[in-house]
């Protein structure tokens, strides 16, 4: 399993967590800001399997519109996790 931190602009995240879901990824919406200018950010965590992490990043990558290689708006860490639960 692998934890997914996606960090988009304010004003990309409704249109990635619509396709996300839609495409049944769970994830937690976190408020953030970062960069030089401390504009406002939104951070997903999202725990994926193994085998899902290409798929994932797949759908991220479609809902932005072919960005110039200076102008990228989304930042995406995958991390290995040992163990997950949910109670």
Same mark, same amino acid.
């Given at each position: +399993? $692998? +934890?997914?931190?996606?960090?988009? $602009?304010?004003?990309?995240?409704? $249109? ?10 769970? +994830? ?5 800001? !970062? !960069? =030089? #200018?401390?504009? !406002? ?14 798929? #994932? ?7 932005? *519109?072919?960005?110039?290689? $200076?102008?990228? *708006?989304?930042? =995406? ?11």
């Amino acid at each position: +399993m $692998k +934890m997914i931190i996606t960090i988009v $602009k304010d004003d990309e995240a409704e $249109k990635i967590i619509q396709s996300l879901t839609s495409n049944k990824y769970r +994830m937690t919406r976190i408020a953030s800001t !970062g !960069g =030089l #200018f401390r504009r !406002g950010n939104t951070t997903l965590l999202s725990g994926v399997e193994d085998e899902q992490v290409e798929a #994932f990043i797949q759908t991220v990558r479609n809902c932005v *519109s072919s960005p110039a290689p $200076k102008d990228k *708006s989304i930042t =995406l860490f995958v991390i290995p996790v040992d163990r997950y639960e949910r109670i």
